[in-house]
């Protein structure tokens, strides 16, 4: 018999990483999904995005908004059996969620810390000619590092909407209902181009608000 192949290194810990994983319960007042934000409106500007939990309590789901200030509030509620075809979208970083024949679009909400770093805040040139002189000299490299510490907290802010939005449809699939017989629901569009097609209108948008506003400046 063929011996088993060992896992390597990284797999096993991306291994143990899944078997440590607290996935919340499948009911019960303890039943909820990572954070994710509700994509309510189609905007160029991506707005419109509502902070959200999914709940399951007595064999029901609901779609409960969390805001940073006031009560929460429930903007969506149905029996499992309602809700159905939940699949990936936004190149892994949402959800797709039916209800009947209503349409619920989640991204994952980003719950990632940047670690390390320093504080640039606190970074001055010095009240001396000297430490103004280094300053200036050092200015390319703070720039550079400045242009590392934005593209990292980009990366794990995309990692971490990625990794909520899977673990809530991991959750989901397995207690959704089925589609109602003899309907088709649309899959969700993929990634790549298509987000890149969404960021280039949304930067072109923006650049003729600024536009605009610059050339209504006296």
């Not at 499948?26 to 954070?35: I, K, L, M, Y």
């Not at 429930?74 to 959800?95: F, I, Q, Y």
């Not at 990794?163 to 209902?177: I, S």
Request: net charge positive.
């Amino acid at each position: 018999m063929a011996q088993q192949q060992e896992l390597s290194p990284r797999a096993r810990r991306r291994l143990e990483g899944r078997l440590r994983e607290a996935l919340p319960p499948h009911d019960g007042p303890e039943a909820v999904s990572p954070p994710l934000r509700w994509v309510r409106r189609l905007t160029p500007l991506g707005t419109g995005r509502r902070r959200v939990v999914v709940r399951i309590d007595g064999g029901r789901l609901q779609v409960v908004r969390t805001p940073l200030f006031g009560a929460e509030r429930v903007v969506a509620e149905g029996p499992l059996g309602e809700w159905h075809s939940a699949a990936a979208s936004r190149g892994g970083r949402g959800l797709h969620l039916w209800h009947g024949d209503r349409l619920y679009r989640f991204t994952g909400r980003s719950t990632a810390r940047h670690e390390g770093g320093g504080d640039p805040s606190s970074w001055t040139l010095g009240d001396d000619p000297v430490s103004a002189v280094i300053g200036i000299v050092l200015l390319p490299f703070l720039l550079l590092y400045g242009l590392w510490l934005v593209v990292g907290l980009y990366t794990a802010r995309v990692a971490s909407e990625r990794e909520n939005a899977a673990r809530a449809l991991r959750w989901l699939t397995p207690v959704l209902g089925a589609p109602p017989p003899g309907r088709t629901h649309r899959r969700p569009l993929p990634g790549g181009w298509l987000a890149l097609g969404r960021l280039a209108v949304r930067l072109a948008v923006l650049g003729g608000l600024v536009a605009g506003a610059v050339a209504a400046l006296p």
